[in-house]
């Protein structure tokens, strides 16, 4: 039965939906006693997770109960901000009586699995380890309604935010270009605007408007040019690291709020810090290797406003060359005292970043988007790229095959998200409408 359900997965390409984009038939294998929902959602100004809450979750619940079978899991646990309550009181009375509702604090970044599970179990997941190691699965919003729904993964739900003239959130076709997605929320109020993918505190920023939506963007984010943030993701490495090189003063701040260290995983972004002091690094390294990229210690922690969280991102490769990893047992692993009391409340991330002038909603419209040309990328998951299986010329309807795993490789399959007539690129599939 589990192996039916995994085979179905990998046959529709579910991925994680929240980010990671890991293959659910990969994820959903180990046996484990609880599942968790991540309906956290704490990226400034998104709100996908809570509106798939309120408008699908019929499938959501469907999907939820399969992942629990096919794990064996004996109970649900759904994580979500209590400040949802009208929510919370809307779905608490259709959960199965295995399923309860755990009401979260509203702060950054509790949607971090390893953050979400320690919130809600008490458990750590140990460095390096993974949900399984605690006896749990964690899974997204929106991978259970994929489930649920039971279909080839065409579409992506994400929100459209910032400076936009309405902040909403839509079913967009995989592979449609950005920029016609923020014409489908009223264009951007701004002359001269930048764009952040994904969610603000973890967004790449986007090279142009023609990138297109895959399986994992969460979130589109329109700002104006000049604003900081759009400035904070497109700095260069080498100012980060001379900047940083000259002007961290060793206070600390980066780590005491560092939410992994506070969980008593070794990452100490203050020595990372350090670090540059070293032409060839140092030991120092150590400290970089287990930062989840939170990008907190960057945006809210220093006050130079200097950029730990990309010197961590930078000195892992060294630290992995080093093998400079954690090799103490899990159960040495013992949270900050005073963790609970340093979580970052959501309303002075949001006035921190300079974001409160934005609207701060995304109602879920109905609407179908109808793009003329979809461009699909054959890498947007976790693993090898997947392998086309059309050629040029061909047509296809939406939900198609179009291209496959590589066997043997961990990957994910990519279907059709319109109808159309196809071009074969080297990372990519263009089809026509």
């Given amino acids: 039965m589990a192996a039916d359900y ?48 309120h408008h699908r979750f019929d499938p959501f619940l469907k999907g939820l109960v399969a992942a629990m079978n096919i794990v064996g899991a004996e109970k649900g646990v759904i994580g979500i901000k209590a400040k949802y309550h009208d929510l919370i009181d809307e779905i608490s009375p259709h959960v199965p009586s295995n399923v309860s509702l755990v009401p979260l604090p509203d702060v950054y970044p509790a949607g971090d699995e390893f953050i979400l599970v320690h919130m809600v179990t008490g458990r750590v997941i140990p460095p390096g380890g993974l949900p399984k190691d605690v006896n749990v699965a964690v899974s997204n919003v929106e991978t259970l309604v994929n489930i ?35 014409e489908a929320a009223g264009g951007a109020t701004v002359e001269k605007a930048g764009v952040l993918l994904g969610g ?66 070794p990452i100490q972004p203050h020595r990372a810090m350090q670090s540059l002091g070293f032409e060839t690094g140092s030991d120092a390294m150590v400290a970089t290797l287990y930062c989840s990229e939170c990008n907190l210690c960057t945006m809210y922690s220093c006050p130079e406003d200097l950029d730990p969280r990309n010197v961590c991102i930078q000195a892992k490769p060294l630290a992995r060359e080093r093998n400079l990893m954690f090799k103490g ?43 003329q040309q979809v461009k699909i990328l054959l890498k947007q998951h976790a693993g090898a790229p997947a392998v086309p299986v059309v050629k040029c010329g061909d047509k296809v309807r939406a939900g198609d095959l179009v291209a496959a795993t590589e066997t043997g490789k961990l990957g994910a399959r990519i279907h059709a998200s319109i109808d159309g007539v196809v071009t074969v690129g080297q990372d990519a599939i263009v089809i026509k409408a």
């Fill in 6 to 53: 995994l085979a179905r997965f990998e046959e529709l390409g579910i991925v994680g939906a929240g980010g990671g984009g890991f293959p659910a038939a990969v994820k959903f294998k180990s046996k484990v006693s609880t599942v968790i929902v991540n309906a956290a959602e704490c990226e400034p100004l998104l709100h996908k997770d809570k509106e798939l809450l």
């Fill in 148 to 182: 649920g729904f039971d279909r080839p993964v065409t579409h992506k739900y994400l929100t459209v935010a910032g400076a936009v003239k309405t902040p909403i959130t839509l079913r967009v076709p995989i592979g449609m270009a950005i920029g016609e997605v923020i």
């Fill in 200 to 265: 603000i505190m973890m967004a790449r920023p986007a090279a142009n408007l023609d990138v297109p939506v895959t399986k994992t963007t969460g979130g589109i984010v329109v700002l104006p040019a000049s604003h900081k943030l759009i400035r904070r993701h497109t700095a260069q490495r080498e100012e980060i690291r001379r900047i940083g090189r000259s002007a961290c003063d060793q206070c600390r701040a980066c780590t005491e709020f560092c939410p992994r260290f506070l969980i008593g995983h």
């Fill in 329 to 371: 047992a899990p159960d040495s692993i013992t949270p900050h005292p005073m963790g609970e009391y340093r979580r970052v409340p959501m309303r002075r991330l949001i006035a921190r970043l300079g974001l409160g002038e934005f609207n701060n909603v995304g109602p879920l419209a109905e609407q179908e988007l109808r793009p």
